[in-house]
């Protein structure tokens, strides 16, 4: 069972770099796809230990393996090769499969403990200092910025220093969703200029959670769908966040942005796997 996960792992990559012509040397003894796919299986089932991976696959899958500080290297050569991956993926969601419904939210991730913000080696300053409205707790770190399907399924994701407003990220966001489509997000994304502005020109819908004091308020029947809406890409999050470790180990900021990236490109594969 674990196996036939690895290779639909592999497969999936593998199939998605040919779509889009990926050359690399010919002489290569381990490619780019066995990369990719080795950094995802150590997201999704080893919370993000690397060692863990390439021992898996030198085991169960690849003759000839890579050093870890190769590996390494090779990985963050290719965060925008992941990254078009993650999006590939996305785009067979929202414009081959056709989903019309789409949920917003975001999530914190600490770099490190309040108490050690004077310490940290990975990012500096007072924009990564966010605070986290469900848990009542400020955290220092960066913050995710999710639209899933309304199965769940995450097709776009944004990161952003910690102090970012969630209303301020969606402004500057970039969006490929399907004209006619339905956006819901939380009353943190509430801009009602910004609601005219992409039923105007994005011709797509946001469905924003009100507020009690707010200007334009639901129907019951509406608030209602709203909040089923944010209770799925809640769950969603939730199972992203369990595939973290408490601490997630990076030597440089990029290390740490890279694995961000990988544990929701895990729990995106690992729902159509």
Same mark, same amino acid.
């Given at each position: 069972?674990?196996?036939?996960?690895?290779?639909?792992?592999?497969?999936?990559?593998?199939?998605?770099?040919?779509?889009?012509?990926?050359?690399?040397?010919?002489?290569?003894?381990?490619?780019?796809?066995?990369?990719?796919?080795?950094?995802?299986?150590?997201?999704?089932?080893?919370?993000?230990?690397?060692?863990?991976?390439?021992? &898996?696959?030198?085991?169960?899958?690849?003759?000839?393996?890579?050093?870890?500080?190769?590996?390494?290297?090779?990985?963050? =050569?290719?965060?925008?090769?992941?990254?078009?991956?993650?999006?590939?993926?996305?785009?067979?969601?929202?414009?081959?499969?056709?989903?019309?419904? &789409?949920?917003?939210?975001?999530?914190?991730?600490?770099?490190?403990?309040?108490?050690?913000?004077?310490?940290?080696?990975?990012?500096?300053?007072?924009?990564?200092?966010?605070?986290?409205?469900?848990? =009542?707790?400020?955290?220092?770190?960066?913050?995710?910025?999710?639209?899933?399907?309304?199965?769940?399924?995450?097709?776009?994701?944004?990161?952003?220093?910690?102090?970012?407003?969630?209303?301020?990220?969606?402004?500057?966001?970039?969006?490929?969703?399907?004209?006619?489509?339905?956006? &819901?997000?939380?009353?943190?994304?509430?801009? &009602?200029?910004?609601?005219?502005?992409?039923?105007?020109?994005?011709?797509?819908?946001?469905?924003?959670?009100?507020?009690?004091?707010?200007? =334009?308020?639901? =129907?019951?029947?509406?608030?209602?769908?709203?909040?089923?809406?944010?209770?799925?890409?809640?769950?969603?999050?939730?199972?992203?966040?369990?595939?973290?470790?408490?601490?997630?180990?990076?030597?440089?900021?990029?290390?740490?942005?890279?694995?961000?990236?990988?544990?929701?490109?895990?729990?995106?594969?690992?729902?159509?796997?």
């Amino acid at each position: 069972m674990l196996q036939d996960k690895v290779i639909g792992i592999y497969c999936i990559v593998d199939d998605i770099l040919k779509e889009m012509n990926h050359k690399e040397h010919r002489n290569r003894k381990f490619s780019d796809s066995q990369v990719l796919s080795t950094a995802l299986v150590s997201a999704m089932l080893f919370n993000g230990n690397q060692n863990k991976a390439l021992s &898996y696959m030198k085991s169960h899958m690849c003759k000839t393996m890579i050093n870890k500080s190769g590996f390494t290297k090779r990985l963050h =050569r290719l965060k925008e090769l992941l990254l078009s991956i993650f999006f590939s993926i996305g785009r067979v969601f929202k414009y081959i499969h056709c989903e019309m419904e &789409y949920i917003i939210d975001s999530f914190p991730v600490r770099v490190c403990h309040n108490i050690r913000i004077s310490r940290s080696k990975l990012i500096k300053g007072e924009s990564y200092r966010g605070y986290n409205a469900s848990k =009542r707790e400020y955290f220092y770190g960066f913050k995710v910025q999710l639209i899933t399907t309304k199965s769940g399924i995450p097709v776009e994701m944004y990161l952003v220093e910690g102090k970012e407003h969630d209303s301020q990220i969606l402004q500057r966001m970039y969006h490929d969703l399907p004209a006619e489509s339905v956006l &819901y997000g939380d009353s943190g994304y509430t801009d &009602y200029e910004l609601e005219d502005l992409f039923k105007e020109t994005e011709q797509v819908r946001l469905q924003i959670a009100r507020k009690t004091n707010s200007k =334009r308020k639901d =129907r019951p029947y509406v608030a209602y769908i709203k909040d089923t809406m944010r209770k799925i890409i809640e769950t969603s999050i939730s199972q992203i966040c369990s595939l973290m470790p408490r601490h997630i180990n990076a030597v440089t900021t990029n290390g740490f942005i890279i694995k961000l990236i990988l544990f929701v490109m895990a729990f995106q594969i690992k729902q159509i796997i």
